[in-house]
């Protein structure tokens, strides 16, 4: 209604590359934010809101399997699991650039018994200037497949995985009254006023939080250089290379339901916008909508 309060929160700001345009950046949590998943697996959703609790930890199942099963078959998650990235382009500059059109992953040698792998347990070690190409050769196919299929996920999983996909995501959103249709409702709005940014920090992995933006059908919302998993170093180190990128004088807008977002929003002095239902997320819509965020 007209009488929500109106969030005073913009300012203006200098982007380096758009001159005198303000940004307004919008950090988003992923897990029980935008999307219905994990809380799906633990019973939390269903006791919560009156659903089948066996139908949802079955769909909850069903969908883990899809994220892992596309993490590990496209998105080398078997290779990158223990050398996990804050942002896709972090190593990006041990790339040489080479042509990988004919060059065969399966065979390069990068989890040799030499020990590839352990190499990126031990904080701040890294392997050799091979090695490390080899990494960033890995992370750079993973962007290029996020950036071909972002918006045609069907054609990356192929039949018959396309048409269980379709199913499984039908039932999750009557299963959660379209809480992830309201989602991307927001997103959207967001998306398509002028200067205005949605970014993604999720204390998932990056390779499984990439699979799930996928699958979850919010490629379009987000540019795979829009998302950061704190896996590693938390959410207040990843809001701080947010504010770095957009600038200080950006305006920003928390959207999540932890408690991490929600204590980091408020040590910034950034408004925080808490989702513990879908009405919350249909309250932010309706908000974008009469511009009062």
């Excluded at 939390?44 to 994220?67: H, N, P, Y």
């Excluded at 050799?128 to 069907?154: C, H, P, Q, S």
């Amino acid at each position: 209604t007209d009488s929500l309060p109106k969030m005073n929160i913009l300012s203006s700001f200098t982007h380096p590359y758009v001159a005198l345009n303000l940004y307004e950046v919008f950090i988003w949590d992923l897990d029980e934010t935008i999307i219905i998943f994990h809380s799906l697996l633990t019973g939390t959703f269903s006791t919560r809101f009156g659903k089948d609790s066996g139908k949802a930890v079955s769909l909850g199942l069903w969908m883990e399997e899809m994220i892992f099963n596309l993490a590990d078959s496209r998105l080398f998650f078997n290779d990158l699991e223990e050398c996990d990235q804050v942002h896709i382009d972090d190593v990006a500059s041990d790339d040489n650039g080479q042509d990988l059109s004919t060059y065969n992953f399966g065979t390069d040698g990068f989890q040799s018994p030499a020990g590839g792998g352990t190499l990126c347990l031990a904080s701040g070690v890294h392997g050799g200037v091979d090695w490390m190409r080899k990494l960033a050769f890995r992370y750079r196919r993973v962007k290029e497949i996020y950036n071909t299929y972002k918006n045609n996920v069907g054609g990356l999983l192929g039949s018959p995985k396309r048409e269980e996909w379709l199913q499984l995501r039908r039932e999750m959103e009557v299963l959660t009254d379209l809480w992830l249709t309201q989602a991307l409702k927001a997103l959207a709005l967001i998306n398509s006023r002028p200067n205005c940014v949605n970014v993604m920090v999720t204390t998932t992995q990056l390779i499984p939080a990439l699979s799930k933006v996928l699958l979850y059908g919010l490629g379009g919302a987000f540019p795979i250089e829009n998302i950061y998993s704190a896996t590693k170093t938390g959410k207040e180190s990843c809001f701080e290379r947010v504010t770095q990128r957009f600038g200080r004088r950006a305006v920003y807008v928390v959207v999540g339901d932890g408690v991490e977002e929600e204590t980091v929003a408020k040590k910034k002095n950034m408004p925080f916008w808490r989702v513990t239902c879908r009405a919350d997320l249909e309250a932010l819509s309706h908000a974008l909508e009469l511009d009062y965020l």
